[in-house]
């Protein structure tokens, strides 16, 4: 079936250092991904998206690129501030089929100051 | 305007209790989803609606679970006789149509004595 498989870390980092979070999928289709943030007491909320092979989703100064060659979408941020510190979650929707996201079992980032 | 908003917030209740957790969609939202969040498991999905309909039932994990949707509208997540295991934090997420971004609500956390 299909699945997303994300580095599960927690991922610890200093302020200014650059992240990436490492996400994987397999599907039966064509998905669309998604980069889904956590912040602390807070819900999900959507962060960025892709919808097609080679597109790419940036918000917030995070980035990630849907590559259909590796079924990767890493997510990227050059320079992390503490306000980034949160869980990450990696899903895929796949177009036509169930309309449910498929969710990975998320990252969780610290950055200290 | 408002978000999706979930009630109540936490709930506690014993082993063989029934609870119901309901779910406030953004108006003028089609699509309704709940999902389940726990430590082991991470994000899973439970159930969806198009308008009151539950084209997709495949996440509910028993028949202890159900879910009604009525006018379109407010969404009740049923658990008869809870178990320990079913303690998780219950998200709701809605959407335009299905296939458009979901907005989730806040959750309802459910822990089972």
């Known amino acids: 079936g299909d699945s997303v498989t994300q580095m599960e870390g927690p991922v610890t980092l200093s302020e200014e250092a650059f992240l990436t979070i490492n996400c994987t999928y397999t599907?039966?289709?064509?998905?669309?991904l998604f980069w889904y943030v956590q912040y602390p007491g807070e819900g999900l909320q959507l962060l960025l998206k892709a919808t097609k092979a080679d597109d790419k989703g940036s918000n917030k100064g995070f980035e990630a690129t849907y590559r259909k060659e590796t079924t990767s979408f890493h997510l990227e941020k050059g320079s992390v501030q503490v306000s980034d510190s949160a869980v990450y979650f990696c899903?895929?929707?796949?177009?036509?089929?169930?309309?449910?996201?498929?969710f990975g079992k998320g990252t969780k980032l610290t950055v200290n100051p | 305007g408002a978000g999706v908003s979930q009630s109540p917030s936490n709930k506690v209740t014993e082993k063989g209790k029934d609870v119901e957790l309901r779910c406030d969609p953004i108006?003028?939202?089609?699509?309704l989803y709940w999902y389940r969040q726990s430590l082991g498991q991470g994000l899973e999905f439970l159930i969806y609606f198009q308008g009151n309909s539950a084209p997709d039932k495949s996440g509910l994990p028993s028949d202890r679970f159900s879910a009604e949707r009525t006018g379109g509208s407010v969404s009740t997540l049923t658990i008869q006789r809870t178990q320990q295991e079913d303690s998780a934090v219950y998200l709701c997420?809605?959407?335009?149509?299905?296939?458009?971004?979901?907005?989730f609500g806040p959750g309802t956390r459910l822990t089972v004595l």
């Open positions: 599907a039966t289709g064509y998905p669309s």
């Open positions: 108006s003028g939202h089609t699509a």
């Open positions: 899903a895929l929707h796949l177009q036509g089929g169930s309309e449910k996201l498929v």
């Open positions: 997420a809605s959407s335009q149509t299905s296939g458009y971004e979901q907005f």
